[in-house]
């Protein structure tokens, strides 16, 4: 039992010095092959417990080795996932936040190409677009969701949409004007016919 202690310490100790490496799969490779080890050394001693005259008290003993030795490995695992799930929330935020910059960019890019050819829309700001995009020039980042030809695509689309709702609210203006020229009122609703 003290022999698979010394083991055991030896183990977590060198354990612990590889956990410090930048390698993640080969500290899980080093911790799954301490658990083998650990395994083997457990069935060795179950079966040496075997051999005695009072088993029980002495497989407990070599269970409860076990149990900690595998508590100290799991442990370290965990450490590694959680270094490993840090590491990829921040990958997808980098990406997100560099879909994001390259989306502005574009977005006023095209709107900039389009604001000679179309009269600005009333009482709206210029979007700004933001510190990561106006730092690199949009030509140097890769094109993303299909190229330049769907991101000048989705640019027309957008000013089109922007020309239509401005001739809706236009053709509303219009409308109320005439209404309120002839001095008619917008009717109010019936009333319900289930009110009491």
Not at 39 to 53: G, I, L, S
Not at 98 to 103: E, G, N, P, V
Not at 157 to 172: C, G, L
């Amino acid at each position: 039992m003290k022999s698979l202690r010394c083991l055991i310490a030896v183990c977590l100790s060198l354990g612990q010095a590889a956990v410090r490496a930048d390698d993640s799969s080969a500290q899980r490779q080093r911790l799954a092959a301490e658990r083998a080890t650990i395994e083997a050394r457990f069935r060795a001693d179950e079966a040496a417990c075997r051999e005695r005259f009072v088993v029980t008290p002495c497989v407990d003993e070599a269970k409860a080795a076990r149990r900690e030795a595998l508590a100290r490995l799991r442990q370290q695992e965990l450490v590694l996932d959680d270094a490993d799930r840090r590491q990829r929330a921040l990958n997808r935020q980098r990406d997100i936040a560099d879909k994001r910059a390259l989306s502005a960019a574009q977005a006023v890019s095209a709107a900039a190409a389009t604001a000679d050819a179309s009269a600005p829309l009333p009482a709206r700001a210029p979007m700004a677009a933001p510190a990561a995009a106006q730092a690199e020039p949009a030509a140097s980042r890769p094109a993303l969701d299909g190229g330049a030809d769907a991101v000048a695509r989705r640019a027309e689309k957008s000013v089109q949409r922007q020309d239509q709702a401005r001739e809706r609210q236009q053709r509303i203006e219009q409308r109320e004007r005439e209404h309120q020229k002839k001095g008619q009122k917008s009717a109010p609703l019936p009333a319900s016919a289930s009110r009491p």
